[in-house]
């Protein structure tokens, strides 16, 4: 089992940059898929970006070039640097970890959220 604590969440302005973090513990396995998720109020939860363990990333359309996605390997963390931040950004972020065990894929883990405001 995968344990996920996000932290870094917080209020910002319009223009403003925000660094979240997800850490991740327990049973961590090498080759993964890791990153995040964002549900706005009245709002369906959609995909941000995700990184791979070799560093492979992907990103909505929405963030691409506002947003960064990096990992450190060693401490089994993964970062998102959020800059150009807009209203239409504020949500609460989920980190998430797919990762490839002994009999396959595992099921994914889920942070508990952190929230980012967007607000002047």
């Known amino acids: 089992q995968v344990q996920l604590v996000e932290s870094g969440g917080g209020l910002v302005q319009p223009g403003g940059s925000l660094r979240l973090s997800c850490a991740a513990s327990?049973?961590?396995?090498?080759?993964?898929?890791m990153g995040w998720y964002r549900q706005a109020p009245g709002k369906q939860r959609e995909f941000v970006a995700r990184?791979?363990?070799?560093?492979?990333?992907k990103y909505a359309d929405s963030v691409k070039g506002r947003f960064t996605i990096s990992r450190d390997n060693a401490s089994h963390t993964v970062y998102l640097q959020l800059s150009s931040l807009k209203a239409e950004d504020t949500a609460v972020y989920y980190c998430?970890?797919?990762?490839?065990?002994?009999?396959?894929?595992?099921?994914?883990?889920w942070g508990q959220g952190t929230q980012v405001i967007v607000s002047s």
């Open positions: 990184i791979t363990n070799g560093g492979t990333t």
């Open positions: 327990g049973s961590i396995f090498s080759i993964y898929s």
């Open positions: 998430y970890r797919d990762q490839w065990g002994p009999t396959g894929w595992t099921d994914r883990s």
